[in-house]
């Protein structure tokens, strides 16, 4: 752990200040908090506060609208089942959630917005860029978080079986061979979150949504410069 915390201290100081620039992911109409689309990071923050402050005072149905949206509207993870969502909206509210490596890139959605101080969004991105960011930051015993089925053409595609995360060097067991520490699939989420509150804490605790986001912006400019450095190597 002591090697990742360090590699994902040292891509954080590099890319946050650039961060509130180049961070941008849409943000559809929503009621109650803006009337017109936006994208940037101050919007997305405002809004992660914004369906936290909705989520504390709601009912289970209005808790089922809000996830809807967090994970299918803003998420784009659109498969999900309705009974699925009602299990995630459960977990949410509980101590000790059951957190699987299955589903963990809706449930982390829900999890973020009932409690940020707590959660963080696991995804594609985020797991490429951490593998990405300690290989670029020239860990020995590295930290290999499992991935997430996703379909970027440069983190992973899992349809064309392309991308950072189908390249032999950066495959899980390629990974563990070259000396990385294997983390339990369902153990994956749990270690995503002491990670970074290792990192919050390090950074004098700045929100753990912080780094999730500066983990997702710059997720394909990580995965390309590992993928760079290797054929180089």
Request: some cysteine; proline content about 4%.
């Amino acid at each position: 752990m002591k090697e990742a915390v360090s590699a994902i201290l040292g891509f954080y100081e590099e890319v946050q200040p650039r961060l509130q620039h180049e961070y941008t992911w849409k943000i559809p109409v929503v009621d109650g908090f803006s009337s017109t689309p936006l994208s940037g990071y101050d919007a997305n923050v405002e809004l992660k506060k914004f369906l936290n402050k909705e989520w504390k005072s709601a009912d289970f149905e209005k808790k089922k609208e809000l996830a809807r949206f967090v994970v299918a509207d803003w998420g784009g993870v659109r498969a999900n089942k309705v009974e699925t969502l009602d299990r995630y909206i459960t977990q949410a509210d509980l101590q000790r959630p059951i957190t699987p490596l299955q589903g963990v890139a809706s449930y982390s959605k829900i999890f973020a917005i009932a409690a940020p101080e707590q959660y963080a969004i696991y995804d594609a991105r985020v797991a490429a860029c951490l593998n990405a960011s300690q290989f670029l930051n020239g860990v020995r015993r590295g930290l290999t978080f499992n991935y997430v089925s996703g379909r970027n053409n440069i983190i992973g595609h899992a349809t064309k079986k392309q991308g950072f995360v189908f390249h032999p060097s950066f495959k899980s067991n390629a990974l563990h061979t070259v000396g990385w520490d294997a983390i339990p699939k369902n153990e994956t989420y749990q270690t995503y979150l002491t990670l970074l509150n290792s990192c919050s804490k390090a950074l004098s605790n700045i929100p753990l949504y912080a780094l999730e986001m500066c983990l997702f912006a710059f997720a394909e400019e990580q995965c390309n410069k590992a993928l760079a450095k290797f054929a180089s190597s």
